[in-house]
């Protein structure tokens, strides 16, 4: 039986390079995915220039068509997943603030697609598998300044339904012209992608209970701030060098971390600290 390792939205920055790294070092399918067939291919030339060979297949995390159509695809030719790295986001970091629709289209694709992942793919984790939510030092719960938020967010018998208001709350208040910047850290700066980001994390912490049983584990991360499109080339190293923590932690580090929030440097961090100083900064675009 042959092992598969996916990462989604890997056409390019950290998840191509990623998928650099595990045809590497897994042995077994890799799956290079992208929403837009062309971008795919366009990456798939290159890695096939450094004698790399990806499996190539459309992957649009919130076309719940196009997920199903994977799904199908890689349960019919390999009956299973042994690694999936949920990778995909956008974000419009530049713009600080962000109205109602912008806001909303980057939670839908950053956070409520996972739950279209959740359906299709989690079926078809392996048993002893593992999955990678990559989240953002954006994700940290100490990005969120509100009482209630924090107190609701770090109930240990968080639901799904606690997640799902937390982040209707924001755009509500961002609807209504209600939202307080002193809510969110950082003066409510890119307060979208934070809120998504906070609710990958929270949500990691679920999928490890329901998945527990079948000995998956399910983590999230931060990657560091990287040299991508998403941070207009601003960074501390390159993507090469930020897919090494996400190798790390489906290849290599121990299965006994489950439902942990990982900094880049491999370090498991407490993610309920709300007075922790691991949130973002938007200073560090300028600098
Ligand atoms: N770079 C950083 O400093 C940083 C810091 C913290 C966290 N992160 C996180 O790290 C991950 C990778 O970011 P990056 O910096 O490598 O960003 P990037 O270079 O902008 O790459 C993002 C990837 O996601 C894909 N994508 C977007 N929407 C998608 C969708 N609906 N379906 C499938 N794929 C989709 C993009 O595809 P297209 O080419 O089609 O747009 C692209 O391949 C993200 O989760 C990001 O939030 C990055």
Redesign the pocket.
Known sequence: MKKVAVV????????FSTVKGLLKRFDGVVFLT???ND?GKAAVAKLNQLGLHPEYHQ????DKTSVARFRDYVKQKYGGIDILIN?????NCSELYLGYQESKDIID??YF?FFIIQEHLYPLVRNNGRILN?S??CGHLSNVRNEYWIKRLSNKDLTVKDINEFVNWHLEAVKNGTFNRSDIADDGTIAAYRVAKVAVSALTIIQQRELKARNISVNSM?????R????KGV?FYD?DQAAETPLYMVLEAPASIQGAYIWYDRKVLDWYDPKADWYFKSVNFNQ
């Open positions: 989604t939205g890997s056409n390019k920055g950290i998840g992208s929403r837009d971008r992957l649009d995390v919130t990778n995909a986001a956008v974000c694709i950053n697609s990559i953002s030092d931060h990657p560091g701030l990287v991508t499109d998403m941070t960074g993507a």
